[in-house]
């Protein structure tokens, strides 16, 4: 039941994503309200627990990267609903979210013609953090980024959660 709930919570934030260039706090909140509904009722509090935790790990995993001005905030929102609905299987769907999320990346720039110009910037972004020990706000061109429609990453969420379910691999 929670893999639907997710699937159902992914399918709105492509469309929030695509309409608005943001994911409304309410769509994660009532998806984790629905999740935690089913688990209190259907399953033993252990499980709730334990999807909690799940779901501050992600967190806590991805804020640099929040800070870093890398990931936007419905991002990390996505990734911890996930993670609270799934649990350990996010393992699993963060495997199959980055193949889709990253053939998408690479489709997107290759149709914009600038997949080499934007490989230059992260690998020249990666170097500079790497060499000043810290991580580096991500030059991010706010007007052209966002008039070229950026990069969704609600899209690559879903066709991994398709993907994981449709092979089974969620236990």
């Known amino acids: 039941m929670n893999q639907f709930i997710l699937g159902v919570t992914l399918m709105f934030a492509v469309y929030y994503d695509n309409r608005q260039n943001r994911i409304p706090n309410l769509l994660c909140g009532i998806s984790i309200a629905a999740g935690m509904l089913y688990m209190v009722c259907f ?3 252990g499980t709730l627990c334990s999807h909690s935790i ?3 790990g992600v967190g806590l995993c991805f804020l640099p990267l929040w800070f870093g ?7 990390i929102k996505l990734f911890m609903t ?15 979210a980055g193949v889709c999320l990253g053939v998408h990346a690479c489709m997107l720039m290759i149709g914009r013609k600038n997949y080499f110009e934007r490989m230059a910037l992260f ?7 790497l060499n000043n020990r810290k991580l580096m706000p991500y030059p991010f061109d706010r007007e052209k ?3 070229e429609g950026g990069i969704k990453v609600s899209y690559g969420l879903l066709a991994g959660h398709l993907m994981a379910t449709l092979l089974g691999i969620y236990h």
């Open 43 to 45: 399953q033993e509090m």
């Open 54 to 56: 799940w779901a501050v």
């Open 69 to 75: 001005r890398i990931l936007g905030g419905g991002d």
């Open 82 to 96: 996930a993670g609270f609905l799934i649990g350990r299987d996010i393992f699993s769907f963060f495997m199959y």
């Open 123 to 129: 690998f020249r972004y990666v170097t500079d953090s």
């Open 145 to 147: 980024d966002w008039e």
